[in-house]
């Protein structure tokens, strides 16, 4: 593994676990009779986790308690995608670091431009 790839490898593990989803504070009565919180208005303050499965959006029930350990998780997937979006330019450096001579848009332009004038002639 190169020095850069080695380099996003191990922020990665810091930022594990990670998820991908999204956290929302819902508010819901109860089934309890003469509730007096739902009586009120006021009504109870539920997180669901929405996740998206094959395509398929799912809502699950957070327990109160796993709350702060799940918005962690949702931090370190945006760090982890933020690492994966490096990931492109370090592999592209590294393919040109050990190929200098193929690469490079003025490589691309100076090939094109040489086929033009070829047919032309
Ligand atoms: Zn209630």
Known sequence: MSSSQQRLWNQLQGYWPALKGSLALVHKPCIRPNCPTCASGKKHPNYLL??????????LYVPGP?????????????????LLYQMGPALLEEYRAQSPAQTGPAAVFRKSSAQKRSTKS
């Open 66 to 82: 796993m709350v702060p350990a799940l918005k962690r998780a949702l931090k370190n997937g945006r760090r982890i995608e933020q």
């Open 50 to 59: 929405a996740v998206t499965d094959k395509g398929r959006r799912r809502c």
